[in-house]
Nanobody, 125 residues
């Protein structure tokens, strides 16, 4: 059964960096599109980034472009989200999600039917 486990969250100062990991089990990673979503208190869920088979398939929300980088390691069955230049408004629970679809250019509106438990990122001084 497909399972997703996030790790790497925590407390970081503004301008700092974190790397999130999403460990995928129960399914071959190269058959999945992985999406990172986040939700802050009182806010709607926001798609942050997604990736299909290759790095060139990746897509980003406007708020993430230039600061975040998504990548995948099929041998380790893991997807990463490198988050740089973090801002207080990045504070949220970040979720790793999976869709049973592949795209030349992934979309954050795909059917991400599988969700991890989430990991908390807090950006504060």
């Amino acid at each position: 059964q497909l399972q997703l486990v996030e790790s790497g969250g925590g407390l970081v100062q503004p301008g700092g960096s974190l790397r999130l990991s999403c460990a995928v089990s129960g399914f071959t990673l190269d058959l999945l599109t992985i999406g990172w979503f986040r939700q802050a208190p009182g806010k709607e869920r926001e798609g942050v980034s997604c990736i299909s088979k290759t790095n060139s398939s990746a897509n980003y929300a406007e708020s993430a472009k230039g600061r975040f980088t998504i990548s995948r390691d099929d041998a380790k069955s893991t997807v990463y989200l490198q988050m740089n230049s973090l801002k207080p408004e990045d504070t949220a629970i970040y979720y790793c999600t999976a869709a049973l679809e592949l795209f030349r250019k992934c979309v954050l509106t795909a059917k991400y039917n599988y969700w991890g438990q989430g990991t908390q990122i807090t950006v504060s001084s």
